[in-house]
């Protein structure tokens, strides 16, 4: 079943504000909590796939029904000569005059807020809206990105990439308020991968912190989760994603492996990818020692990253192994050819350009290999079938939305089942400054749920191994304070 949800940018209590409680008073108490509201606010686009199974979506409570039949794209009314929705549709009911099929009088009340989505044009949008504006923190954040980064690739001499992509922030206010802090329960260390033209390459790895007894007592093994960092094949590195890493390795909780995959110029396609094969293999091999389980594996990567993650696991199915139970793909780049609408529609948006993209693709292609091979373009493997089941985040504002949902729409048509996000409001990269966005703790919370739900068949042996970890998923529930959906649409 797939799940093609544009979740609203607003993760936390609307009513609550509206009827004038203190934001302090807002809790996990309160029934109106994070993912109902974000169920609620689901302005554009509800499509579920395949027929009725009776089960509820895990992270954001919406309930599975027949072919779309009723929800128009932004959850009005639909036309009253529609099929009837089943009860189990929580979104539907039926009227005392006849069924006409109405939304949640809630959800019916935000049609004001729709329309100032729509800059006041009188009538409900039924596609796709104009984009709103985005969020005046995630405004300054990427105009001042943009003015003072350190390495914007657009004005970066080619003899000054190595030096750029080994900077990372330094873990103290104002920088930790936009990336989040480094968790202090996960110890960090380094080893070294020895790929298969004789290099060795440096993996980061972070281990949570656990209650020793319980987990000696129970014999628990800790999944493992290669990551795959961002940066177009050029710039990034290990460190600057010490934040995400250390963050899923406590909430997971998972052995989380960072791959410090070589990049160009110096090293072109597809030395990124072969890398990260390499690095698999070892995970797989060295995942014992370690003690963690090397039959639950699961990929994770974002951008570039993202587009390694799930090349990888092209190459485990083509090769027999090692098995990856799962892929979580953050706005990925799957299509290296960029001929999909959104990106001439967004190619001027902030934090990742046409340009830019452009550039990155020069540098790690160089004319060696062609833009649909698919060692480096996912979109253009002929068969999906039989890969693991995969999360797809995407961005509204991004050039690589329109790729990284239609490579979900071809795993799902492959039968992998597959779950696709789109939020609304955001540009590319958010997961890496989720203080600058308004939807960074619902994004996080969502990557946390799907991880957990595939790496742990028996989550509560990991939880009595590793107490923080759930813990830190409720934080991620409440972090948010209260907002006005009205004010900040019409903001």
Not at 21 to 33: E, G, I, V, W, Y
Not at 185 to 205: F, N
Not at 271 to 285: E, N, P, T, V, Y
Request: hydrophobic share 40%.
């Amino acid at each position: 079943m797939t799940f093609h949800l544009d979740v609203s940018s607003y993760s936390s209590c609307v009513l609550c504000k509206r009827t004038r409680l203190k934001p302090s008073r807002h809790s996990l108490s309160c029934p109106k909590d994070v993912d109902w509201v974000a169920k609620l606010l689901l302005l554009q686009h509800h499509r579920v796939r395949h027929q009725a199974t009776g089960r509820t979506d895990p992270v954001l409570g919406l309930h599975a029904h027949g072919p779309p039949h009723t929800h128009t794209p932004s959850l009005w009314v639909a036309d009253p000569g529609s099929p009837a929705c089943t009860p189990a549709d929580s979104a539907c009911s039926r009227s005392r005059s006849g069924h006409t099929c109405p939304v949640h009088p809630i959800v019916r009340s935000l049609e004001r807020t729709t329309r100032l989505a729509g800059r006041g044009r009188g009538e409900p949008t039924r596609s796709r809206t104009p984009h709103p504006p985005l969020p005046l923190r995630t405004a300054v954040f990427t105009a001042a990105l943009e003015r003072f980064g350190r390495s914007s690739i657009v004005a970066l001499p080619p003899e000054e990439i190595a030096a750029a992509r080994s900077w990372a922030p330094p873990q103290r206010w104002p920088h930790t308020w936009v990336t989040g802090g480094v968790a202090p329960d996960v110890d960090i260390c380094e080893e070294s991968v020895q790929c298969r033209d004789g290099q060795w390459r440096p993996i980061r790895i972070y281990r949570p912190a656990p209650d020793a007894t319980a987990a000696t007592a129970r014999g628990v093994r800790l999944p493992v989760l290669l990551y795959f960092h961002g940066g177009g094949y050029v710039l990034g590195n290990t460190r600057l994603y010490d934040p995400l890493c250390t963050w899923l390795a406590a909430t997971v909780p998972a052995l989380v492996l960072s791959v410090d995959y070589r990049q160009a110029p110096e090293y072109r396609a597809p030395q990124a990818l072969l890398d990260s094969i390499d690095a698999l293999h070892w995970a797989h091999r060295h995942a014992r020692a370690m003690g963690a389980d090397p039959e639950r594996i699961a990929v994770c990567g974002d951008s570039a990253g993202g587009a390694l993650a799930t090349l990888v696991t092209h190459a485990a199915l083509d090769d027999g192994g090692p098995a990856i139970a799962f892929q979580a793909l953050l706005y990925p780049c799957t299509d290296a050819t960029q001929s999909f609408p959104s990106a001439r529609e967004l190619g001027d948006a902030p934090v990742l350009s046409a340009e830019k993209i452009r550039i990155f693709t020069e540098h790690y292609l160089a004319d060696l290999v062609p833009p649909t091979d698919p060692r480096v373009s996912a979109y253009f493997r002929p068969d999906l079938a039989g890969l693991p089941p995969a999360l797809v985040q995407t961005a509204d504002l991004d050039p690589l939305r329109d790729e990284g949902l239609a490579y979900a729409d071809r795993l799902a048509d492959a039968g992998v089942p597959v779950r696709a996000t789109n939020y609304l409001r955001t540009v590319h990269g958010y997961h890496s400054f989720p203080g600058a966005t308004t939807m960074g703790d619902q994004a996080r919370h969502e990557l946390l749920v799907e991880l957990r739900r595939h790496l742990h068949a028996r989550p509560s042996a990991a939880d009595a191994a590793y107490p923080n970890a759930r813990r830190a998923s409720v934080e991620v529930a409440r972090a948010t304070p209260a907002i006005d959906a009205t004010d900040e649409l019409a903001g």
